[in-house]
Every structure is written in C-alpha cells, then in structure tokens.
C-alpha cells in the first residue's frame, strides 16, 4: 500500500514537473530578454486653458457640442449651459425640466438633447424652447444637425430626421439588430448631405 502511495506521489511529481516545463513564463532562459523601454518625450506641450463642471452624467454619456465660438454643455439633471469655447465664460444656463440622456447635438442655431423617456428637447442659440418631439425609444446617442435637419437615434435602431426649424418629422428609417447586443451609445456623423450610422454588428449605414 505504501508503494502504491509513492508512486502515485512520484507520479504526480512527474506530471507537475511536465505541466511547468510547458510554462513559457515559468523558464528561467534569459537568452530572449525584453527590449528596455525608452521614454517617449512629448513634442507638444498642452495647457489647461479653462474648466467647467455642468453637473453629474449618471449612468449615461454626455459630449459637448462645439458650433462657432460657443460650445453646448448638458447634464443628466436636466441642466444646459452655453459657454464662449476660447475662455470657457458661461453665457447662459437653463434648466430642461426633465432629465436627460443624451447631448448635445447643436449647429449653431439649434440644440437639441434627449430626456429619460425618449422626448427630444429642441432649444435655439439663445437658450429659448423651440419644439418637443417623442422618440419611439430611449435616446443614448448625441442628436446630429446637418441641411437643417436633426437626426436622432433610438436604442430600437430608429433613425428619425426632424425639420430643425418646426420639429416636423420628415423621415425615418429601422434596421434589425442582431440577437445580443450591448447597450451604448454609438453616434451619428452628418457631412456631405449624408446621415452615417454605426449599426450592431459591425455594419455602416449612410442615408441620403
């Protein structure tokens, strides 16, 4: 019986000595040896000019939107600020009166954001309301704004396009999505007279 135990001991030494053998990181060779890591010395200095906190973000994903001289800034509490892009000076601050997701999405003339059960809020330069539109879902991503229309992307893979003026709706568009996906906040990019969409599963949609 006490024979059996060593070789059953001399047996499972064997086999632990065969599996470390296997072990690239367990080699004592230094033959290879990593290159020495070489300090990489930045050719631009950069400097903080101004900062500016809107507010909280939750759980959601905010940019800001540069159009001009001015830059649109949100948060999830429903807070929108207008701020002089050079020197970060705060021209005005309004509160939505819902919460948001989503924003900002502005040209210049028009900004718009998203709200917590899908409203599409729409605001000119000056910070006055200039029409509400409901999306069929929960709005993630930035609105965009090209050709005077805004366009604006629900989780349900609905592209809509809305008169930026009015908010009338003049199109929209549905694709499938595949079985799993995850739940984020792909953006939209207009240029061109075009609308390009990053859609699940790798694919990118222009529309016209």
Do not use: H
Not at 176 to 185: D, E
Request: proline content about 4%; charged content about 20%; some cysteine.
């Amino acid at each position: 019986m006490r024979i059996t135990e060593k070789l059953v001991a001399l047996s499972l030494l064997a086999l632990i000595a065969g599996c470390s053998s296997l072990n690239p990181f367990s080699s004592k060779d230094t033959k290879n040896k990593p290159a020495a890591l070489v300090e990489l010395k930045s050719s631009i200095a950069v400097r903080n000019v101004w900062k500016y906190s809107i507010g909280k973000a939750g759980v959601y994903a905010f940019s800001p939107a540069l159009a001009g001289d001015s830059l649109f800034v949100a948060d999830a509490e429903g807070a929108l600020a207008r701020l002089d892009a050079a020197s970060g000076k705060e021209q005005w601050r309004i509160k939505t009166g819902l919460d948001l997701t989503a924003g900002v999405g502005s040209d210049g003339g028009v900004v718009v954001v998203g709200a917590v059960k899908g409203q599409i809020l729409a605001f000119d330069a000056d910070g006055k309301p200039l029409w509400r539109q409901q999306a069929s879902s929960e709005i993630l991503s930035a609105p965009a704004i090209g050709d005077g229309v805004v366009v604006v992307r629900s989780i349900d893979n609905r592209i809509v396009g809305y008169d930026a003026k009015t908010g009338a709706k003049k199109w929209s568009v549905q694709r499938s999505a595949p079985a799993l996906t995850l739940r984020n906040a792909p953006g939209l990019v207009t240029g061109g007279g075009n609308v390009y969409v990053a859609l699940p599963g790798g694919k990118l949609l222009a529309l016209t």
